[in-house]
């Protein structure tokens, strides 16, 4: 195809160095061949052109079609990265309006996710203050039944200690002699 064209250009050429007798007379300088000379030459240049191009047109044929095909598949690649590019811009600018809302459902579940972290947390609290006053109701009963305890052996305590101390006051002598014998002769009994 750009073969073709290349012909095209060349026979144009030649013909327009062809038709120019004034300069090929001026280039000849007046010698004896005059202007079969200059058609010679301009006859050489023409077969030069046109060995030329027979020679170069299938290379410059392949060339020009190597070349048309790559750039087919340029623009293909282009075209197919284009779709590409503004689908994915569609896909952001689409992502982008649904944007604001999902801020705030993000933010709603945030919420949603702090309240029940917060009742949890409160949950946690209440159980673990519950088991506190627990425990310390049962120190605080077992400290009481241990002083009561203690209270009543410090009472039975003194207690003896005021009748042994009154019973010492009170009884005599003869008393201790006749609660003495009585103890023998209940021990003699039972013997």
């Known amino acids: 195809m750009k073969a073709r064209q290349i012909r095209k250009c060349a026979l144009p050429l030649g013909i327009a ?40 047109r299938k290379p410059l044929a392949n060339f020009f079609a190597s070349r048309s ?3 087919r598949q340029q623009l293909a690649e282009a075209q197919a990265a284009r779709r590409e590019a503004e689908g994915k811009l569609a896909e952001i600018e689409s992502r982008m309006s649904r ?3 999902e801020l ?3 933010k709603a579940a945030a919420e949603r996710e702090a309240q029940a972290e917060y009742r949890r947390v409160l949950d946690d609290a209440q159980r673990d ?8 109701r049962r120190e605080i009963d077992g400290i009481t039944r241990t002083a009561q305890m203690e209270l009543k052996a410090h009472v039975a305590d003194l207690s003896v200690q005021l009748a042994e101390e009154t019973i010492r006051r009170e009884i005599s002598e003869e008393d201790k ?15």
Do not use: H
């Open 104 to 106: 705030q459902e993000m």
């Open 69 to 71: 095909e790559n750039i």
């Open 17 to 56: 160095l062809l038709s120019a007798p004034s300069a090929a007379l001026a280039a000849g300088g007046g010698d004896s061949w005059g202007i079969l000379l200059t058609v010679g030459r301009f006859f050489n240049l023409a077969l030069v052109i046109g060995v030329l191009v027979y020679v170069a």
């Open 177 to 191: 002699g006749r609660i003495f014998s009585r103890f023998v002769t209940r021990l003699g009994d039972k013997s």
């Open 129 to 136: 203050a519950d088991k506190i006053i627990e425990r310390a």
């Open 99 to 101: 944007l604001d809302e």
